[in-house]
């Protein structure tokens, strides 16, 4: 069955840079497009950032655009999302997914001093 498996978050300091891994399996990979979502505490599921299948063509939210970007190994079946300039608005639990609906545990990143 599919299995994603989110893994990188952890506490930051703003400005600071983090990159999350997500591990996926039980699948063909590189046929599908993958997205990051993230959930801050209290607030709904918001969509970050999205890759085609090869890999050529990447999509971000305006609230991450110019910091955050998207990449995915599909030798390795791996989605990557490299956070630079984190900010304290960051702080939020990132999953990794084909949909909404199909999504990862989650790994929490915290943006705080």
């Known amino acids: 069955q599919v299995q994603l498996v989110e893994s990188g978050g952890g506490l930051v300091q703003p400005g600071g840079s983090l990159r999350l891994s997500c591990a996926a399996s039980?699948?063909?990979?590189?046929?599908?497009?993958m997205n990051w979502f993230r959930q801050a505490r209290g607030k709904g599921l918001e969509w970050v950032s999205c890759i085609t299948g090869g890999g050529s063509n990447t999509m971000y939210a305006d609230s991450v655009k110019g910091r955050f970007t998207i990449s995915r190994d599909n030798a390795k079946n791996t989605l990557y999302l490299q956070m630079n300039t984190l900010r304290p608005e960051d702080t939020a639990v990132y999953y990794c997914?084909?949909?909404?609906?199909?999504r990862g545990q989650g790994t929490q990143v915290t943006v705080s001093s």
């Open positions: 039980g699948f063909r990979f590189s046929a599908y497009f």
């Open positions: 997914g084909k949909s909404a609906d199909s």
